[in-house]
């Protein structure tokens, strides 16, 4: 077979491919090829030496970040004869990026323990140490451009301990393996659930884990308290405009001023404030500050005034918890889990939320769902079937137990994130999603993350994970 130079193909996506990668007249790379270097350690390894003079060792380069923050968590580096360190590694083209980009004010830089960059004068000792690696690269930087353009995901050689013993496992023995892990996860739930309930009763811990969900990941807590205050502010509302205006008001996301572009919206905060005027003295004691919101990487169809709106059609209604029992109790085909549960949580139509994503959007030209099929997912595996279980449990219920139970199991699949993304890479050492079935084996090996990966660093140091692995194999070959 011809190489690569003869190849009239290879020669033409040399030039036109590998060049881009590299910036006219200085010759540096563009950031995201560094970031592939790192990634893939191309460099002289055993030749690293950080801009202060300091040998530095690279056991593990982190994983990529994409969410945000530095460019690598969980790295593991050793500098001089020290013990090694685990933190972040931020990646620029030059080292004046660092304060350039704020790194030096930002409070999710903290853990940053190398900078690395193109190039750098020698000789200079800072915090974070620099490496830069324009002198440390294992290959020519056209090369390595067109070696890492395809290259996603994480390198074979920094998949975990665990990686080698799982793949040894037939299907079966992985999917008992996951579902034992979700199993967990799934109790682990309901007991929280039944711990909350014991203090405010089934139906008021159902509303606090219902908020809690809304909040995703960067607003469980303002949800949360807004949830334990509802027996108040629900108090002689009558319509779902005036919960949304409560809402709006005790969470602090009213915004005081009119928008002055889009009308639809200024009419919707007039006739909101027009309420909230009357009510915020009452709720002052109760009413959150705007800045326990976080509204960093948020899609605007999560923000959380949007999701509050959702939740006033839902106090509003007065009948969701008896539909969910309905629908507990009810004979429903697998095939229509969802669809059924969708049915109960989704609202018919809100006049301004449905046409509008925010107060700063325009009005859409079709109206928007307020709940999509994967929220539905997440509430369903986080929250009902949790709450549902455990009221059959302690209700002595092995029927329904066990239904809901069946239920779980049969779930479809959930939404990817970036914690199973990097778990199965990791662990399964594959970047495709359909190689976990249904959202129960998806939260087996979230579970996993929480028991071993949380508990350990990127170079897997004293986890115990593969050799339960083992067990589990010598066990079902016994
Ligand atoms: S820390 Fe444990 S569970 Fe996580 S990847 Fe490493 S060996 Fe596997």
Redesign the pocket.
């Known amino acids: 077979m011809d190489s690569g130079a003869e190849n009239f193909y290879a020669v033409w996506r040399e030039r036109q491919r590998a060049l881009p990668a590299l910036r006219d007249g200085d010759f540096a790379p563009l950031e995201k090829l560094l970031q592939a270097i790192w990634q893939h350690q191309r460099l002289l390894r055993d030749q690293l030496k950080t801009a202060g003079g300091k040998t530095l060792r690279v056991l593990h380069p982190g994983f990529m970040s994409v969410e945000g923050g530095p460019d690598f968590r969980g790295a593991v580096l050793q500098f001089e004869n020290e013990m090694p360190i685990s933190g972040d590694v931020e990646i620029d083209l030059q080292t004046s990026g660092w304060r350039a980009h704020g790194h030096d004010k930002n409070s999710n830089f903290k853990n940053v323990i190398l900078h690395v960059v193109w190039d750098t004068p020698n000789n200079s000792e800072c915090v974070p140490p620099i490496l830069s690696l324009k002198n440390v690269l294992d290959a020519p930087l056209a090369e390595l451009a067109l070696a890492l353009e395809n290259e996603s995901g994480l390198p074979e050689k920094l998949r975990?301990?665990?990686?080698a013993p799982l793949r040894e496992l037939s299907s079966t023995q992985l999917t008992e393996l996951l579902q034992a892990a979700a199993k967990v996860r799934f109790q682990n739930k309901a007991n929280a659930i039944l711990a909350r309930a014991k203090n405010c009763g089934w139906e008021q811990a159902l509303w606090e884990n219902l908020f809690r969900a809304l909040g995703y990941k960067n607003n469980i807590w303002p949800m949360q308290n807004l949830a334990e205050t509802k027996s108040r502010w629900t108090r002689g509302a009558n319509s779902t405009f005036e919960i949304q205006a409560r809402l709006l008001g005790i969470s602090g996301l009213l915004p005081d001023d009119l928008t002055r572009a889009q009308k639809s919206s200024d009419t919707f905060l007039r006739h909101a404030w027009d309420f909230w005027w009357r009510d915020r003295d009452e709720f002052e004691s109760c009413t959150l500050p705007r800045a326990v919101w976080k509204f960093h990487g948020l899609r605007p169809a999560n923000h959380p005034q949007r999701r509050l709106a959702l939740a006033a059609h839902w106090l509003a209604s007065e009948n969701l918890v008896s539909k969910i029992e309905s629908w507990c109790g009810a004979e429903i085909p697998d095939k229509k889990l969802l669809e059924s549960l969708h049915e109960i949580f989704q609202i018919e139509r809100d006049e301004f939320w449905s046409w509008h994503w925010t107060f700063k959007s325009a009005r859409m030209t079709k109206p928007q769902p307020l709940l999509g099929e994967a929220r539905v997912t997440d509430l369903a595996v986080n929250v009902i079937l949790p709450w549902l279980w455990i009221r059959a449990k302690e209700g002595a219920n092995e029927k329904l137990r066990l239904e809901i139970e069946r239920r779980f199991f049969a779930w479809p699949t959930a939404e990817d994130n970036s914690v199973l993304k990097l778990a199965r890479q990791?662990?399964l050492g594959t970047s495709a999603a359909r190689v976990l079935k249904g959202a129960a084996q998806q939260q087996g090996l979230m579970q996993?993350?929480r028991d071993?990966?949380e508990h350990?660093n990127a170079i897997?140091t004293d986890?115990r994970?593969?050799e339960l692995v083992e067990c589990l194999k010598a066990k079902t070959q016994s």
């Open positions: 975990g301990k665990c990686s990791r662990l996993i993350v071993f990966c350990s897997c986890c994970f593969p």
